[in-house]
């Protein structure tokens, strides 16, 4: 798996990419 939002966010880790989406998506409603 190689999902361009880690590029964006410059995490290695997967987890924390999938945490920040969450956060973004919580935000945005």
Do not use: K, T, V
């Not at 190689?2 to 590029?7: A, N, Q, V």
């Not at 999938?18 to 956060?23: A, I, K, V, W």
């Amino acid at each position: 798996m190689g999902s361009p939002e880690d590029d964006l966010i410059g995490i290695p880790f997967p987890d924390h990419s999938s945490e920040l989406l969450s956060c973004l998506n919580e935000q945005r409603q």
